[in-house]
């Protein structure tokens, strides 16, 4: 089923991975292992962190004892940025659709769409990876897997 709104790939893996990074916040967690819970490719996984490090948000080490942590606690780092990092700069007055000249004398947008889309941009820059770490994901399915074992 097709979603109205849909993130790429890339924004997907930041996002879920910078969650479960969150979560487990001061531990590295490898790339293997990230891409394993996240039903990842490895490699793409690592290209989508390599942009979160150089723009700051994660911390990497190579190695045997390696991985990515966060570089900056999860409260100061909001979704939109996270989307910005690997999409580009999101401007809610644009053209929905890319266009630099409307067909129409008014944009059959302005309005309705683009104010839903300016209050998603503002609902998405207002929301922390601290806001969301509560949720579970695959990383506490996990989690609670290993505990019950142990028990």
Same mark, same amino acid.
């Given at each position: 089923m097709k979603s109205l709104l849909s993130l790429s &790939?890339?924004?997907? $893996? ?5 969650? $479960? /990074?969150?979560?487990?916040? !001061? &531990?590295?967690? @490898?790339?293997?292992?990230?891409? $394993? ?5 490895? =490699? ?9 490090h150089r723009a700051g948000i994660v911390d990497s /080490?190579?190695? !045997?004892?390696? +991985?990515?942590?966060?570089?900056? !606690? =999860?409260?100061?780092? @909001? /979704? ?7 999409? +580009?700069?999101?401007? !809610?007055?644009? %053209? ?5 000249? %409307? /067909?129409?004398? &008014? %944009? ?9 889309? =300016? ?9 922390? $990876? ?9 990383e506490a399915v996990q989690q609670k897997k290993r ?5």
């Amino acid at each position: 089923m097709k979603s109205l709104l849909s993130l790429s &790939e890339g924004a997907s $893996l930041a996002l879920h991975g910078l969650v $479960l /990074l969150a979560k487990r916040h !001061p &531990e590295r967690v @490898s790339a293997r292992e990230l891409a $394993l819970a996240l039903d990842a490719s490895e =490699a793409h996984l690592a290209k989508v962190f390599q942009k979160l490090h150089r723009a700051g948000i994660v911390d990497s /080490l190579r190695g !045997p004892a390696g +991985g990515f942590s966060l570089a900056r !606690p =999860a409260g100061g780092v @909001s /979704l939109i940025e996270i989307y910005q990092i690997i999409d +580009g700069d999101v401007h !809610p007055g644009a %053209c929905p659709l890319g266009k630099t000249k %409307c /067909l129409f004398r &008014e %944009c059959i947008f302005t309005g309705g769409i683009n104010g839903i889309l =300016a209050e998603l941009h503002d609902k998405l820059a207002s929301i922390t $990876l601290a806001d969301v770490i509560g949720h579970d994901g695959p990383e506490a399915v996990q989690q609670k897997k290993r505990k019950a074992v142990r028990s």
